[in-house]
């Protein structure tokens, strides 16, 4: 199960997390009412996030539901919570989900596919947010376990720098020599300016002002 992303993802989750019942069937592998609590609180929440989530970092509303579906006279204490997300039980509970839910967690050539969907989305793509999106697309139809954010913005940046690079070599491989020495001239700042031609074009142009316009007035 999932240790990062706690902070803030409670607030993703259904308030009521009703259980089909063909779920609270699936759930009744565990013998005891008591014992089919976390595969039914976790089944809730992977539903929504697409990671496990620690027992003790979800919604109270939503503890309080499953153990309400569950006829049980009160949930597992915050202690009893965090004792099984401790133990051995948490990850055969999260392999009996992704069993149910038909979802696998993510091997080394699956990362060799996520990094190629990376690169396909930075050919029409420079917005790291648009690049990550569109990742999480494509994890959510194969039905991957969502990876953590550092992952996913590491895989964005990596395609976004290899496309443009990329990019910058096949429109040096077209300058003739003249237009190489135009280029890194754009580079140089002259002396007694603390600027070099670049910056000057990347700053676009400036506000009119008064001073500025009565050379164009005055031609």
């Not at 839910?101 to 190629?116: I, N, T």
Request: with cysteine; aromatic share 8%; net charge positive.
């Amino acid at each position: 199960m999932r240790h990062g992303k706690a902070a803030g993802c409670g607030r993703l989750l259904p308030r009521s997390g009703n259980a089909t019942s063909h779920e609270l069937q699936w759930a009744q592998r565990a013998k005891q009412p008591q014992q089919r609590f976390f595969p039914l609180l976790h089944l809730k929440a992977y539903q929504k996030l697409g990671f496990f989530m620690p027992s003790e970092a979800l919604p109270t509303d939503l503890v309080q539901h499953v153990a309400q579906q569950l006829r049980l006279r009160k949930p597992p204490t915050k202690a009893l919570r965090k004792q099984y997300d401790q133990s051995g039980s948490r990850n055969r509970h999260a392999k009996w989900i992704r069993e149910y839910l038909g979802s696998r967690v993510m091997s080394g050539p699956d990362r060799l596919w996520l990094a190629k969907q990376a690169l396909s989305a930075a050919e029409s793509r420079q917005i790291l947010g648009d690049i990550i999106n569109i990742l999480l697309e494509e994890l959510v139809r194969h039905r991957f376990d969502l990876p953590g954010f550092s992952v996913l913005l590491r895989t964005a940046k990596g395609a976004r720098s290899e496309v443009n690079l990329r990019c910058y070599r096949t429109i040096v491989s077209e300058l003739d020599p003249s237009g190489k020495r135009m280029n890194n001239a754009l580079l140089e700042v002259p002396r007694g300016d603390g600027f070099s031609g670049w910056q000057r074009l990347k700053r676009g142009p400036q506000k009119p002002t008064k001073r500025s316009s009565v050379p164009i007035f005055n031609t």
